[in-house]
Antibody
Framework: QVQLQQSGPGLVRPSQTLSLTCAISGDSVSSNTAAWTWIRQSPSRGLEWLGRTYYRSKWYNDYAVSVKGRITINPDTTKNQLFLQLNSVTPEDTAVYYC??????????WGQGTMVTVSS | DIVMTQSPDSLTVSLGERATINCKSSQSVLSTSNNKNYLAWYQQKPGQPPKLLIYWASTRESGVPDRFSGSGSGTDFTLTINSLQAEDVAVYYC?????????FGPGTNVDIK
């Protein structure tokens, strides 16, 4: 079955870059029927969809306006992984970050979540 | 952005009774091209990621007990939990996937009376 395993640091300094990895098993990041998504959750903002990448003969990205200009979501097809980079972080970016697979519309498979704290 | 609202914020129900959660979207999430509502429901327990329960507003995800059902169309939707069980204590979220960014409701906390 499809599984998503997240990894990355739990503490990031303000103004630095948050980088997370999502290792995919049981499916391909290059799937023509799935989209690979990052979501975060915090008490102040609730569940917030950040963006996605997907392959349909070529790669596409969609990003939330709230983080556009700071966010990059990239696939690694050789390792079958998904990456999130969020630049110039502030304490407002403190949240639990999730990767998830969107297939057929909704988010059916989620990673375990990574708590990221932005603090000096 | 489509704004999702839910009511009530929290709900306390006796074991075996029915729980009803409402979700409203600021714009219709019904597609005229395929007549599908781009609306999902998730269940989240403490320390866990959200779990998909319902998609296309009323299609139950594989393995989800049939006491969970979804209904509604356009901008108004309902999640019903018939015969509430102890393991149903959780926060429930609706989400629209009709237009980017895909937005979530604020959640409804369901507890046992």
């Amino acid at each position: 079955q499809v599984q998503l395993q997240q990894s990355g640091p739990g503490l990031v300094r303000p103004s630095q870059t948050l980088s997370l990895t999502c290792a995919i098993s049981g499916d391909s990041v290059s799937s023509n029927t799935a989209a690979w998504t990052w979501i975060r959750q915090s008490p102040s903002r609730g569940l917030e969809w950040l963006g996605r990448t997907y392959y349909r003969s070529k790669w596409y990205n969609d990003y939330a306006v709230s983080v556009k200009g700071r966010i990059t979501i990239n696939p690694d097809t050789t390792k079958n992984q998904l990456f999130l980079q969020l630049n110039s972080v502030t304490p407002e970016d403190t949240a639990v970050y999730y990767c998830a697979r969107q297939a057929g519309g909704a988010l059916g498979i989620w990673g375990q979540g990574t708590m990221v704290t932005v603090s000096s | 952005d489509i704004v999702m609202t839910q009511s009530p914020d929290s709900l306390t129900v006796s074991l075996g009774e029915r729980a009803t959660i409402n979700c409203k979207s600021s714009q219709s999430v019904l597609s005229t091209s395929n007549n599908k509502n781009y609306l999902a429901w998730y269940q989240q327990k403490p320390g866990q990621p959200p779990k998909l329960l319902i998609y296309w507003a009323s299609t139950r995800e594989s393995g989800v007990p049939d006491r969970f059902s979804g209904s509604g169309s356009g901008t108004d939707f309902t999640l019903t939990i018939n015969s509430l069980q102890a393991e149903d204590v959780a926060v429930y979220y609706c989400q629209q996937y009709s237009s980017i960014p895909f937005t979530f409701g604020p959640g409804t906390n369901v507890d046992i009376k």
